[in-house]
């Protein structure tokens, strides 16, 4: 693999309460190459999308980035000054949110956004933005983009204000895309067409992907590795190929065989036994131990070291052992 071109080393992300601060984010390392696409995965509350505001400062009080490095580029983000910052995102950096409402101004219109977008980073004519933006809209699917760019976020349905925040990001073609479960509202064909165009994208010009999503059907066949979170820590890492047909850590396989693909028509739905643990209530040892169907005395005791061999990366006393699982 190339050098990464965003590079994350032991992000601790906490949020201060009353009763103290609490990390969300607990010592995180990853990193995304030019070209490739790597999915990040994990339960509701696990730190997938803090992890994610958190590499482009996007952290309001009481949350505060408290430890690590985000190196872009060979850039340390944490160090930048705010001017720096805002001059890299939607440029270098796109991050596509979750909620469009977080992106779209309601009091512009489509055409307005989406031209200062480009603007905003590109010696050219509004003319010229403004073509660009129509492209873009056709690219996600949108069908008469120009007279859709004349239009407010009001007259847009929730999935094509989201599909215009996606048409936004890909705009300036940024060195890094940092998609934030951005297709779970959209159909079946539209998220294919999207998965389509940010493969794409990807693949001709290099730009890096971090995809945070639940949807492991969608990290199948959109990602190159994939990185498994559980309370605020990676705890698999790798290729996806490897990571989805051999698990090591039971986190990971429980996933997998919640998925309904694996279950039969009328079978009821598997699922992991108990609820992730609140970010002021995480067990001692292994954060995993009480929903562990591998627990053993150990894990109470420490929170395992990552370890693995090659680029498959596992936290885990007692993994899975290789072919249990297929």
Not at 103 to 124: K, Y
Not at 180 to 189: H, I
Not at 310 to 323: E, I, L, M, S, T
Request: charged residues 25%.
């Amino acid at each position: 693999m190339s050098d990464p071109l965003l590079d994350v080393r032991g992000l601790r992300t906490v949020f201060h309460a009353l009763d103290g601060a609490w990390p969300a984010v607990d010592g995180v390392d990853l990193s995304v190459s030019r070209g490739e696409v790597l999915g990040l995965v994990g339960e509701s509350g696990s730190g997938k999308s803090v992890t994610g505001f958190s590499l482009v400062r996007l952290i309001d009080p009481p949350g505060e980035i408290v430890a690590g490095t985000v190196s872009f580029g060979g850039e340390d983000l944490r160090a930048a000054s705010e001017e720096r910052l805002r001059s890299l995102r939607g440029d270098r950096i796109a991050m596509i949110f979750q909620d469009p409402l977080m992106t779209l101004n309601p009091v512009l219109s489509i055409g307005e956004q989406m031209s200062e977008a480009i603007l905003e980073h590109r010696d050219c004519s509004r003319e010229e933005a403004l073509g660009e933006a129509a492209k873009a809209l056709a690219r996600v699917g949108i069908s008469s983009p120009e007279a859709r760019l004349k239009q407010f976020p009001h007259e847009f349905s929730g999935g094509m204000r989201q599909r215009v925040a996606i048409a936004t990001a890909l705009l300036n073609a940024p060195d890094l895309i940092i998609a934030d479960e951005p297709t779970t509202a959209l159909d079946v064909t539209i998220q294919s067409q999207i998965l389509f165009e940010v493969q794409k994208l990807a693949r001709e010009t290099g730009t890096a992907v971090l995809w945070i999503t639940h949807d492991l059907a969608v990290v199948a066949e959109l990602a190159d590795r994939v990185a498994v979170m559980y309370a605020g820590r990676v705890v698999e890492i790798g290729p996806v190929d490897e990571v989805l047909d051999q698990p090591r850590h039971p986190y990971t396989l429980g996933l997998l065989h919640s998925s309904a693909a694996n279950v039969l028509p009328g079978e009821r739905l598997n699922q992991i036994d108990g609820v992730a643990p609140r970010i002021d209530a995480r067990p001692s040892g292994c954060p995993f131990r009480p929903r562990c169907p591998r627990v053993q005395p150990v894990c109470a005791i420490s929170d395992p070291e990552t370890t693995g061999e090659g680029a498959h990366r596992f936290r885990c006393h007692n993994p899975v052992p290789v072919g249990e699982a297929a």
